[in-house]
């Protein structure tokens, strides 16, 4: 099925951007052209199903993290050792929220954040299908970009595998046409991507869901990754 989707995906891509003009990005970000790509999973978590062709139009998103010192422009009470002044932010939903509001921008939604991740051909990982240690940031010593072999994702993004989870703005809800029961579902709890240092390479999957109480973090480092709409 896979194969089909990516197919199908890669040619509508293909069709779409034929004589479309890039817009250039805001300093520090990637562009994400609108159109449609595999959301979702076969074989991972059942809340990562049915995999899917979602669409989204097109938007700018952070190519890296928030570091700790653009947070501390917006709030100049946040703490942190100076030697971490380029990692990312750890912080609660409502606080990455009110940055991104403060930075002109938004937190990205699901299918944002997935496709950003993945690019159209539904690959596991932001640089493919093959895992490799390399790859990922896993201490949250090291500053961000900082893995041995830099990969980035289709669009340019990095540090969407390892490094910290990252903020999005939907609730933690399942899939239209998912029928698997899950307790959390709902609006208690939001969605948080892109797996942690501590996870292991399952949790770095593209499609990968996870959710944790909006302000209550303490257990998992969460950062944020902006997106800002094309007018």
Not at 127 to 144: A, F, L, M, P, S
Not at 188 to 215: C, D
Request: hydrophobic letters at 30%.
């Amino acid at each position: 099925m896979k194969s089909c989707l990516t197919l199908l995906t890669f040619f509508v891509h293909i069709l779409y951007l034929t004589g479309q003009e890039t817009p250039t990005p805001p300093e520090g970000m990637v562009y994400v052209p609108a159109g449609e790509f595999i959301m979702g999973s076969t074989y991972g978590d059942p809340d990562e199903r049915p995999q899917q062709i979602a669409s989204t139009k097109a938007y700018f998103i952070d190519k890296y993290e928030v570091s700790n010192t653009e947070f501390a422009k917006f709030d100049p009470t946040f703490k942190f050792p100076p030697e971490k002044k380029n990692n990312a932010a750890v912080v609660t939903w409502s606080k990455a929220n009110a940055y991104a509001k403060w930075a002109g921008k938004r937190l990205p939604t699901e299918k944002e954040w997935e496709k950003a991740a993945r690019g159209i051909d539904g690959r596991v990982f932001p640089w493919g299908d093959t895992y490799d240690n390399t790859y990922v940031v896993w201490d949250q010593k090291e500053t961000r970009g900082t893995s041995i072999a830099k990969p980035a994702s289709p669009y340019g993004c990095y540090d969407m595998a390892g490094s910290v989870w990252e903020w999005t703005s939907d609730w933690y809800k399942p899939y239209p046409g998912n029928e698997v029961p899950m307790e959390q579902y709902g609006e208690t709890y939001k969605v948080m991507r892109g797996g942690s240092n501590f996870n292991n390479h399952s949790f770095i999957r593209t499609s990968q869901r996870y959710y944790v109480l909006p302000e209550k973090i303490h257990v998992y480092p969460v950062g944020i990754r902006c997106v800002k709409d094309i007018d």
